[in-house]
């Protein structure tokens, strides 16, 4: 695009230079057609130079050129799958940060009170078309819960900007009173679809289906139908299918449950750990959950990224007896063994020293370093097999009975790991790792481990995951004499 800028500016600037001259002469007081050399000027120039100008192969060239550079680049660029993706992760950050799409559209990250739960350090706001684009995703799946709230921000900004003509936008303020007009109509408040359908009549009265819509809205309140609606723009949209990540939680745990949380640091009896023991933070009895500071280092965390970046794919969840790409889990991961890196390695070797588990296969999965973009997140879940028809089966090594999952990098708002039954969140901490059993000593699934990536808001979520089976831990973790336990 800056090429082809910097030639069409070029081109433009001659052409500017050619029009001065003709100006000039043209408008010369003095000039006469009677002086030979200014009658052949002028023939000459309405023969051929106006041809040269209206007849250009350099403008060719240049349009052709910008094609050229976009054909090479276009398999890198994104998709509609991707447009898609992203306009369903603003919807989803909305959801679950509560966030108001009017100051979404200004680039405030607004919650109801102050102050925002997000400050951006540049603000970036969002056009009509782009709000546009956002409510006709919603629409097309019959989302109309959030193709008005999105909608309504589009047509009030269109109405701002009627008439301008702007290179960005692919829809107009026709195309949302449009769609705004039949989702409110889906969501039940016909009366302010009919308003919203006359609205667009005033600019486009020749439209034969929106006049047979609105024919169709007078007859329905005629009848009675949405007579009970009230207000200018009628009751607010049907609720909005609840989120899981919003389910209402239990009660807090009681005060005197924090007294056995503490800060140490941890040998686990492992010469490993000698000189450098473990700093370990309780986060939760039960579930156990354990937060390791410092767990890696800063050259470790790139190194692992850099080794997973190019086998990056979308992430997949087990569905019965085969895995596939799920909406409830929007991330992209890659796994790396062992033998990848002398930086995998030595990670492994922390994990065991720091567990007291063995990591040797097949007692232990390979490393899953996984991305999480915009909007990014798992719902909740559990990380051990609740059937026995699950693919983590196959490895023939038991159920997964703990798992370890390393920050490798900062995000500046939301990405929390949230644990839904327990009542409790855990922040995403750079370098450090966070460690739970996912099974109780009997061998039974804890329920309490039901736990979910919140939606990144904003930054570049990466984590690496290491799930432990329990084969090969009988003596490192056995049973206890409680069958209960």
Known sequence: LRSYLRDESSRLRRLRRFYGKVQALHQDPEASVDNPLLAFSLIKRLHSDWPNVIYSDEATRNTQALHAGLREVEQELPGSEDLDGAARALMRLQDV??????????????RAGPPPLYSPGRRVSLSADDCFHVGKVAYD???????????????????????????????????????????????GNISHALSLSREFLRYDPSNQRVSRNVAKYKKLLEMGTGANWQGCHGPPPPPCPPHALLAPLPPQPAPEGLLHLSCSYETNSSPYLLLQPAKKEMVQIQPYVALYHDFITDAEAETIKGLAGPWLQRSVVASGEKQQKAEYRISKSAWLKDTADPVVRALDQRIAAVTGLDLRPPYAEYLQVVNYGLGGHYEPHFDHATSMKSPLYRMKSGNRIATIMIYLSAVEAGGSTAFIYANFSVPVVKNAALFWWNLRRNGNGDGDTLHAGCPVLAGDKWVANKWIHEHGQEFRRPCSADPQD
């Open 97 to 110: 940060y509560a966030l108001s799409v009017k100051g979404l559209a200004s680039g405030v990250f607004q």
């Open 141 to 187: 799946i019959g989302d109309y819960y959030h193709s008005i709230a999105w909608l309504e921000e589009a047509v009030s900004l269109f109405r701002l900007s009627y008439g301008s003509w702007n290179l960005e936008d692919r829809s107009s303020l026709e195309d949302a009173l449009d769609h705004l007009a039949f989702s409110y109509f889906m969501a």
